[in-house]
């Protein structure tokens, strides 16, 4: 079978629809499958064409062994609404069309956001290639938009929202990573049937428990400090201003360090109030290689998982929560909803309300006094990620829906 994976966002970029279609990508490719990436050029969060690229109308590459089909874009940063919409215009439109036409012959069609207009580009080229059309849905937009408090105008949103009816309407299946996701799509109209659940998950032979990089741990101190990190996008939606709030909070407890790794669009705004409240105990760093990342995440005692508070994000979780699991790695948890529950089903860490710095602060001072407890809640987060959500079962179901609708055997090759 050839499956052709639509995302404007794939490695080098490190954000996680970038690793999601990478590690599905990958798994089929191990098992004798023909895939596709039609993606854009690398440039997310900062809007800059990666080292290594120039931006051109098409590129071709093999990455792991999975062929890769890059089409311009407008290169813009996570920030800016006139630019965002040039960006995400700019690539459905060449993907519909340049990458239509180099993609070749395939089997079925799979469009993942964020953003919503890729799953455009994605219906236009399964209906010229008459093949199934599966809609990978990550974030619910129009609704995902006003959560991170975007200003959309009305006309705009009920325009999105247009859009985003006739794909539902239209898909084969859609897939999405949780089953809040579901019901915010069932209220568009779209029968259960259509739908499919599909968690993030992780590879837990890959990432795991590691010795903390005591390089990392003697920068940020003299390698007895409690390390409380963040390693993720700064921006509209992670709301780290809580954080800077709460490290305001424990500095007198000048043994614990936060250290923030990432950008977005958020990043320039909270160095700069790091600076103003004179924060010693507040360190920024910038994007990392997926790989260094997770060194941060070894080299962590605490980890926060933070998003706004909004309503949409009881049915979000953030796919760093099952990575830190991994790690072995103690939470403080800042969401509401379906990640909550997950933590504390898997007894992992400790929920506090989001944008609530007083929470914050008293969580971690906490745990940062108690290294009994974040060993036993590294150690039940880790178990439980691997016990319940492995990748590479999560890769055969998903596998397994793409036979059935493109009629195709799962053979060459399996997951198992």
Same mark, same amino acid.
């Given at each position: 079978?050839?499956?052709? @994976? ?6 080098? /970029? ?12 990958? =798994? ?12 854009? +050029? ?12 120039? !931006? ?22 996570? $920030? ?5 919409? =040039?960006? @995400? ?6 993907? %519909?069309?340049?990458?239509?036409? %180099? ?13 919503? !207009? ?24 129009? /609704?995902? #938009? ?27 299946? *859609? ?22 659940? *599909? ?5 837990? &032979?890959? *990432? ?18 409690? *390390? ?17 709030? =709460?490290?305001? #909070? ?7 360090? +936060? ?5 977005? %669009? ?17 360190? +920024? ?18 980890? !926060? ?7 949409? +994000? ?11 699991? %991994? ?10 909803? $379906?990640?909550?529950?997950?933590? $504390? ?5 400790? @929920?506090?309300?989001?944008? $609530?710095?007083?929470?914050?602060? &008293? ?15 590294? /150690? ?37």
């Amino acid at each position: 079978m050839r499956i052709l @994976y639509i995302s404007q966002y794939f490695p080098p /970029e490190v954000n996680a629809p970038a690793q999601r279609v990478f590690d599905f990508a990958k =798994a089929w490719t191990d098992a004798g499958h023909e895939v596709v990436v039609l993606t854009g +050029f690398p440039n997310h969060p900062a809007g800059k064409i990666f080292d290594g690229y120039k !931006l051109r109308l098409l590129q071709r590459e093999n990455i792991d062994g999975v062929d890769v089909v890059r089409a311009y874009l407008y290169p813009a940063p996570n $920030e800016g609404k006139l630019r965002r919409c =040039a960006n @995400y215009v700019s690539f459905m439109v060449s993907a %519909a069309t340049l990458g239509c036409a %180099a993609v070749g012959k395939v089997d079925v069609v799979i469009a993942s956001s964020p953003q919503l !207009l890729v799953g455009v580009a994605g219906y236009w080229i399964s209906r010229v290639k008459r093949v199934p059309f599966v809609l990978s849905v990550r974030d619910v937009w129009p /609704e995902a #938009l006003v959560a991170v408090d975007a200003k959309v105008s009305r006309r705009l949103y009920n325009l999105l929202d247009r859009v985003a009816n006739f794909l539902y309407k239209r898909a084969d299946k *859609i897939i999405t990573v949780t089953r809040g996701a579901q019901d915010v799509i069932r209220r568009h109209g779209v029968d259960q049937a259509k739908l499919e659940l *599909i968690p993030t998950g992780v590879h837990s &032979d890959v *990432i795991k428990p590691m010795d903390p990089p005591q390089d990392i741990r003697v920068r940020y101190g003299d390698g007895e400090s409690v *390390i409380v990190s963040y390693v993720g996008t700064h921006g509209m939606a992670q709301k780290l201003f809580a954080v800077l709030r =709460a490290a305001q #909070l424990l500095a007198d407890e000048p043994r614990v360090q +936060f250290v923030s790794v990432g950008d977005g %669009a958020d990043k320039e705004n909270l160095v700069r109030m790091k600076n103003d409240l004179a924060l010693e105990n507040v360190h +920024f760093v910038d994007q990392l290689p997926r790989q260094e990342a997770l060194d941060y995440i070894a080299a962590s005692d605490i980890c !926060l998982v933070p998003l706004r508070k909004a309503e949409l +994000f009881k049915e979000t979780i953030p796919s760093k929560l099952y990575e830190i699991m %991994a790690c072995g790695r103690p939470i403080i948890l800042g969401v509401d909803g $379906e990640a909550r529950k997950l933590l $504390e089903t898997a007894s992992a860490g400790i @929920y506090v309300e989001p944008e $609530e710095p007083q929470a914050l602060a &008293d969580a971690i001072r906490k745990l940062a006094t108690d290294p009994g407890a974040r060993a036993r809640y590294g /150690e039940n987060g880790r178990r439980f990620v691997t016990e319940n959500f492995d990748k590479g079962i999560l890769a055969e179901q998903f596998l397994s829906l793409l036979c059935s609708l493109a009629d195709a055997p799962k053979s060459p090759g399996s997951l198992a």
